[in-house]
């Protein structure tokens, strides 16, 4: 199990993507909600995206997220540091994922 402070860093880097040229245009005109739940640490941390551009990422709860993750903080880590591959994590059930197939897709591209 990973330590808040492990994941909030984690989640930075999936934050300073949004920096990447190529990212920003396949997230052109996009707008959502990315909820990230982590069972073990017993938290959740929500990222907004508007127009594009990464709003907000904190630690915070919605009830209708567009896209709701569901996943051990471990794991996460492994993913971002291309320790695990995130299609993997999903088949295998340790990445459970709920949202629009679409969003889905776009969501690969920020693990």
Same mark, same amino acid.
Request: net charge positive; proline share 3%.
């Given at each position: 199990?990973?330590?808040?402070?492990?994941?909030?860093?984690?989640?930075?880097?999936?934050?300073?993507?949004?920096?990447?040229?190529?990212?920003?245009? =396949?997230?052109?005109?996009?707008?959502? !909600?990315?909820?990230?739940?982590?069972?073990?640490?017993? %938290? @959740?941390?929500?990222? #907004?995206?508007?127009?594009?551009?990464?709003?907000?990422?904190?630690?915070?709860?919605?009830?209708?997220?567009?896209?709701?993750?569901?996943?051990?903080? =471990?794991?996460?880590?492994?993913?971002? !540091?291309?320790?695990?591959?995130?299609?993997?994590?999903? %088949? @295998?059930?340790?990445? #459970?994922?709920?949202?629009?197939?679409?969003?889905?897709?776009?969501?690969?591209?920020?693990?």
């Amino acid at each position: 199990m990973a330590t808040k402070k492990e994941i909030e860093d984690a989640l930075k880097i999936v934050k300073n993507k949004f920096d990447d040229p190529k990212l920003k245009t =396949r997230f052109a005109n996009y707008t959502k !909600n990315i909820q990230f739940t982590f069972d073990d640490l017993n %938290t @959740t941390y929500l990222i #907004k995206i508007t127009n594009g551009e990464l709003e907000s990422l904190k630690e915070e709860s919605i009830d209708s997220p567009d896209i709701q993750v569901i996943i051990e903080s =471990r794991i996460m880590i492994d993913i971002l !540091n291309k320790k695990i591959n995130p299609m993997k994590a999903y %088949t @295998t059930g340790k990445l #459970k994922a709920k949202g629009k197939l679409t969003d889905l897709l776009k969501l690969q591209k920020l693990l």
